[in-house]
């Protein structure tokens, strides 16, 4: 063999080695896709699919009673509606007059807001109603009638803990409500109620909230401590390893601790020490054959005081970024961070996408945030709408209202979880 044929024998066995690395690993890259495509619950992901469904909206209000103590945007009539939502409020002591400027988030299913002043003991001093993005003005009638009740509005965050694989699209691995409150001659403070309402898996899985955009020394978070998620806090932590109830994310913005492990915060442990996992609220009728069991919801609230009080004003829950973390394999120390869509990519506690964090960014999501606190789940297995070769199954499968109509088309069925499927949802 001469020096020539060598060299060139080996520069093709270099190159045939590189070529073929290559599309091994571009082979891998198209597998992954081909097989969130193949277990996927529908044919496609309409692009323009953000998998939100709120919309920003701001009204003012003018003409405020000088005895008013608090003005609040409502997503109904309370004098004739069920269910009615705080959509937005403040207290008349941080205005400077008589007009408020009320910034909010709205569901896709309103496309009109009430307005009403209430006095210091909750009584109803005016009342108007708008259409969204407008000015409001109180004309000093007093409404009249027995009004019912209204409650802060609340967000379901859902969530599937397989990522970055394919799981069976039931979004009950953990399911958390979450709304906020203005606290009460303390312009500085939202309340955020956080309900731990199922978990749907058998493994551990932690979970935090980033308050995105706020840095860690500008706000200072504690809890009520009549509840807790934390159960038992001299248990080694795997996961979510910081102690301290308020940390600062890889970016230095704030995040609350909520816990380590989702069954011990549901659930204390067993007798011999160990963790009692189930799916906890996800099967309809629960017992020991199936691993499925009834627990209340636990429910925790904390107090953000920002430095500023426009920040407190200003909140809104589309800022939170709520997400769980679960171990990658069954061994080892590889944590993956699951988000709702808009915060995918982000990583908050690890690095765990080492740089390779285009290579998930696709338009599937393992997180959805629905706006409503009433929303029904899917039971254990039940996905949560499918779109097959035209065939529309899964919890919410009603034409002209299914999740896969929204998914395949983010302009239509937005609505979609406003329609459960009977004996489909918990």
Same mark, same amino acid.
């Given at each position: 063999?001469?020096?020539?044929?060598?060299?060139?024998?080996?520069?093709?066995?270099?190159?045939?080695?590189?070529?073929?690395?290559?599309?091994?690993?571009?082979?891998?890259?198209?597998?992954?896709?081909?097989?969130?495509?193949?277990?996927?619950?529908?044919?496609?992901?309409?692009?323009?699919?953000?998998?939100?469904?709120?919309?920003?909206?701001?009204?003012?209000?003018?003409?405020?009673?000088?005895?008013?103590?608090?003005?609040?945007?409502?997503?109904?009539?309370?004098?004739?509606?069920?269910?009615?939502?705080?959509?937005?409020?403040?207290?008349?002591?941080?205005?400077?007059? &008589?007009? /408020?400027? @009320?910034?909010?988030? !709205?569901?896709?299913?309103?496309?009109?807001?009430?307005?009403? %002043?209430?006095?210091?003991?909750?009584?109803?001093?005016?009342?108007?109603?708008?259409?969204?993005?407008?000015?409001?003005?109180?004309?000093?009638?007093?409404?009249?009638?027995?009004?019912?009740?209204?409650?802060?509005?609340?967000?379901?965050?859902?969530?599937?803990?397989?990522?970055?694989?394919?799981?069976?699209?039931?979004?009950?691995?953990?399911?958390?409500?979450?709304?906020?409150?203005?606290?009460?001659?303390?312009?500085?403070?939202?309340?955020?109620?956080?309900?731990?309402?199922?978990?749907?898996?058998?493994?551990?899985?932690?979970?935090?909230?980033?308050?995105?955009?706020?840095?860690?020394?500008?706000?200072?978070?504690?809890?009520?401590?009549?509840?807790?998620?934390?159960?038992?806090?001299?248990?080694?932590?795997?996961?979510?390893?910081?102690?301290?109830? &308020?940390? /600062?994310? @890889?970016?230095?913005? !704030?995040?609350?601790?909520?816990?380590?492990?989702?069954?011990? %915060?549901?659930?204390?442990?067993?007798?011999?020490?160990?963790?009692?996992?189930?799916?906890?609220?996800?099967?309809?009728?629960?017992?020991?054959?199936?691993?499925?069991?009834?627990?209340?919801?636990?429910?925790?609230?904390?107090?953000?005081?920002?430095?500023?009080?426009?920040?407190?004003?200003?909140?809104?829950?589309?800022?939170?970024?709520?997400?769980?973390?679960?171990?990658?394999?069954?061994?080892?120390?590889?944590?993956?961070?699951?988000?709702?869509?808009?915060?995918?990519?982000?990583?908050?506690?690890?690095?765990?996408?080492?740089?390779?964090?285009?290579?998930?960014?696709?338009?599937?999501?393992?997180?959805?945030?629905?706006?409503?606190?009433?929303?029904?789940?899917?039971?254990?297995?039940?996905?949560?709408?499918?779109?097959?070769?035209?065939?529309?199954?899964?919890?919410?499968?009603?034409?002209?209202?299914?999740?896969?109509?929204?998914?395949?088309?983010?302009?239509? %069925?937005?609505?979609?979880?406003?329609?459960?499927?009977?004996?489909?949802?918990?």
């Amino acid at each position: 063999m001469n020096k020539t044929f060598a060299r060139t024998l080996f520069i093709l066995i270099v190159t045939l080695c590189c070529t073929t690395a290559c599309i091994r690993d571009k082979f891998k890259y198209y597998g992954y896709e081909d097989e969130l495509e193949g277990y996927a619950p529908v044919d496609y992901v309409d692009p323009s699919q953000t998998w939100i469904l709120t919309k920003e909206c701001s009204n003012g209000v003018g003409g405020i009673p000088n005895n008013a103590e608090r003005v609040v945007l409502l997503s109904g009539n309370p004098f004739t509606d069920d269910g009615v939502e705080i959509l937005a409020e403040v207290y008349t002591s941080v205005l400077a007059g &008589q007009y /408020a400027n @009320l910034s909010f988030v !709205a569901p896709p299913t309103i496309n009109k807001v009430y307005a009403a %002043a209430l006095g210091e003991n909750g009584e109803y001093l005016a009342f108007a109603e708008s259409a969204l993005n407008a000015t409001i003005k109180f004309d000093g009638t007093v409404p009249t009638g027995n009004p019912k009740a209204i409650t802060p509005q609340a967000i379901k965050y859902c969530f599937e803990a397989e990522y970055p694989k394919p799981g069976d699209w039931d979004y009950n691995d953990v399911v958390m409500t979450i709304s906020k409150e203005i606290v009460r001659d303390l312009p500085n403070v939202v309340a955020l109620n956080v309900s731990l309402d199922a978990v749907g898996y058998l493994e551990q899985i932690a979970a935090a909230i980033r308050l995105v955009g706020y840095p860690n020394n500008k706000v200072t978070i504690t809890q009520n401590e009549s509840s807790t998620f934390v159960r038992e806090p001299a248990r080694e932590r795997k996961i979510l390893t910081q102690k301290e109830l &308020q940390f /600062a994310s @890889l970016n230095g913005h !704030a995040v609350i601790n909520l816990f380590d492990d989702a069954h011990l %915060a549901m659930y204390h442990s067993d007798k011999d020490g160990n963790v009692y996992r189930r799916y906890f609220n996800t099967i309809e009728n629960p017992s020991s054959d199936n691993k499925g069991a009834v627990q209340p919801a636990v429910k925790v609230t904390f107090y953000l005081d920002f430095d500023d009080e426009n920040m407190a004003r200003n909140f809104q829950l589309t800022e939170l970024d709520p997400f769980i973390l679960v171990q990658y394999g069954t061994s080892g120390s590889n944590f993956w961070e699951i988000h709702t869509y808009p915060y995918k990519l982000h990583e908050v506690v690890y690095h765990y996408y080492n740089d390779a964090a285009q290579s998930y960014n696709n338009l599937y999501t393992w997180a959805i945030p629905i706006p409503d606190g009433d929303f029904r789940y899917p039971l254990e297995g039940e996905p949560m709408g499918m779109m097959k070769n035209s065939i529309v199954s899964g919890s919410y499968q009603t034409i002209g209202h299914s999740f896969g109509e929204w998914v395949m088309d983010a302009t239509s %069925a937005r609505d979609w979880y406003e329609y459960p499927a009977d004996g489909a949802v918990y």
